[in-house]
């Protein structure tokens, strides 16, 4: 895997430069607790004190130091947009790998709920969910979840769909090998290379999409830190010069997703090279 | 002829079952999942009496089954129900004061980020392979990552109060305010010649348009450029050049025709992304669009007001990707089966 990163040109630097950011972000959710001098939700300073020596990303409005809070704000974001995938894949990697090899009516009805889920805006989606769950880390990630559980499904069953046909299953079935066998022993494995992708690239949807729901007040409650809701806080003084409390947190949110973007964008090169 | 005939129809009979999908997902959402409502309309402190008079109001006593076929019997009739605030007015009229100016934002940022798409799409995809091709896909990713308020206020800041050129947040002047025809005020201030609204409400379009705009310019870069070198490894391409063509022509009278029509496809979905966009956007300028709405009765728990929203939505989207395959199959003959 390493020589092939290394051999991949400009898809290898984005992997490289994507894992950078992501292992450094989870690094800082692990340890939030030692790499933050001060505590996210005591003030600690006057209000909205400008970036110096003493608070590197300054105060904001009730003088709690932004760059602690932006520190325990990767923890927020990173937990609620892990869990959530982790419940999409769950649900849609197995639903996903049914449906296609299955096919018939199952496979027609389940694409069909899945397309329309898929069609309807995320974020609006989201909102729906949230705005009736009430707000809260596990009730956003469910509200995610339900979001991105058709992305998983409709790439892992078009993938099934042409793993299906294959000679090795063909041979599975000729000695045979039940359905839910040749499912997850033969054709699974072959999925998670493709799942790797999806995930990288799902993932820095996610990261926007929680960021989102959290600016929009539907994700956590004050005073959790976390990136989107912080930003939302510091915007009513945004324009009058104060802008260390939005800036920052803001920058983390766009490096975030990017780093996963780019991950995403390179491997999935990586694969269509292999593929050709 | 006919075979299209036969394609609109087959188009139109699988679109009710899209609609009933999103709208039972819609009903499953409000009804459903935890959490009630009436409760979360007046509050843990009122009393059972006034719980359970509200909850009659609202149909929610009946049994899950009925609601649905109410619910699903009045949207067929048009009827959203009615707001639960302010003068309990209709939703579907509440939805219409606001629609046009999403759709306003909507079309422009549409039209800017398939201006940005097209040209950095054209750019990558001519010089395929090279530090051109890769700083646009850079450039893709990148734009599609930026958090649409953060870089919303960014562009407030920078043209709203350092260059102070535009206008940060709502929709016109409300002095300038065109005469009501279409809604959408650029429409109605050309069609009533009022040029000083028009000028206005541009104005304000420019930065949520533009934030928008580039934000979802990236996936078309992207679409644009596979698409157009797709195109270009194409027989009649070679004979383009074999007869001597300039590289420019058959770019714009050949390659990039046929390249846009595969973008068709895909914009169905991205009208979704626009319109899911559009609610982070208006919520940065304060734009009083459908998602600015939307929060604003969800923070006061007007419950039947959001519900409506939502199956308005639900519906907007299912039409709109009816119309673009409709447009694609009209475009290309290929489609049609």
């Known amino acids: ?276 | 002829m006919a075979s299209l005939k036969a394609y609109i129809a087959t188009r139109v009979v699988l679109t009710v079952p899209m609609i009933l999908i999103l709208l039972t997902l819609v009903f499953f959402v409000m009804r459903v999942l935890p959490g009630n409502p009436v409760i979360a309309i007046v509050g843990m402190k009122a009393s059972p009496k006034y719980i359970a008079e509200l909850e009659h109001q609202l149909g929610l006593d009946k049994p899950l089954w009925q609601q649905y076929l109410d619910y699903l019997g009045k949207l067929i009739q048009g009827d959203l129900g009615t707001s639960m605030i302010w003068g309990r007015r209709p939703v579907i009229a509440e939805i219409m004061d606001h629609f046009p100016a999403t759709l306003e934002l909507t079309i422009c940022s549409f039209i800017v980020s398939i201006i940005i798409g097209i040209a950095t799409g054209m750019i990558a995809g001519v010089k395929k392979g090279g530090k051109v091709d890769f700083s646009m896909r850079v450039y893709s990713i990148v734009a599609y990552s930026l958090f649409i308020p953060w870089f919303g206020m960014m562009l407030q800041l920078i043209f709203g109060v350092w260059l102070n050129v535009l206008p940060v947040g709502g929709r016109i002047d409300p002095l300038l305010e065109p005469k009501h025809i279409t809604g959408l005020y650029i429409i109605d201030s050309i069609l009533t010649l009022n040029f000083k609204s028009l000028v206005n409400a541009l104005e304000h379009l420019a930065l949520p348009s533009l934030t928008l705009g580039i934000v979802l310019s990236g996936i078309y870069t992207r679409l644009v450029r596979s698409s157009l070198i797709e195109v270009f490894s194409q027989d009649f391409i070679r004979a383009c050049r074999a007869r001597g063509l300039k590289t420019s022509s058959i770019l714009f009278r050949h390659g990039l025709k046929n390249a846009l029509i595969p973008i068709l496809t895909m914009m169905g979905l991205q009208f979704a992304l626009l319109l899911a966009g559009a609610v982070l956007t208006e919520t940065t300028f304060s734009w009083p669009g459908m998602g600015t709405f939307l929060m604003e009765r969800i923070e006061y728990r007007d419950f039947t007001t959001v519900q409506g929203t939502i199956a308005f939505y639900a519906l907007f989207v299912a039409l709109v990707s009816l119309v673009v395959d409709l447009i694609y199959a009209y475009v290309d003959p290929r489609i049609r089966y």
């Open chain 1, 1 to 276: 895997m390493l020589k092939e990163i290394r051999s991949a040109g400009v898809d290898g630097l984005m992997i490289i430069i994507g894992l950078i950011i992501v292992i450094s972000v989870t690094f800082m959710a692990v340890f939030s607790e030692y790499i933050a001098p001060y505590d996210p939700i005591t003030p600690v300073g006057g209000a909205v004190e400008p970036p110096s020596s003493k608070f590197i990303m300054g105060t904001d409005s009730i003088g709690r130091d932004v760059f602690s809070r932006v520190v325990f704000g990767s923890r927020t974001i990173m937990f609620v947009v892990l869990l959530s995938t982790a419940m999409s894949m769950l649900i849609g990697i197995p639903l996903g790998i049914l449906s296609g090899y299955a096919g018939g009516l199952l496979d027609r009805a389940l694409s069909l709920v899945m397309d329309s889920i898929y069609a309807f805006p995320g974020l609006i989606l989201a909102i729906a969910i949230a705005a009736m769950l009430g707000p809260g880390v596990y009730n956003t990630a469910v509200s995610l979840a339900v979001v991105y559980i058709p992305t998983y499904f409709r790439m892992v069953r078009g993938q099934v769909l042409s793993l299906r046909e294959q000679l090795f299953v063909e041979a599975a079935r000729a000695i045979g090998a039940r359905g839910s066998r040749i499912m997850f022993k033969y054709i699974f494995p072959n999925l998670i290379y493709i799942i790797a992708v999806v995930f990288s690239l799902n993932v820095a949807d996610a990261i926007l999409t929680e960021a989102g729901l959290s600016f929009l007040g539907l994700s956590v409650v004050s005073p959790t830190p976390d990136w989107g809701f912080d930003l939302k806080n510091g915007q009513r003084y945004f324009l009058s010069g104060i802008w260390w409390p939005v800036v920052f947190p803001g920058v983390m949110i766009i490096l975030l997703a990017l780093g996963f973007g780019f991950l995403g964008e390179g491997l999935n090169a990586i694969m269509g090279r292999e593929e050709r």
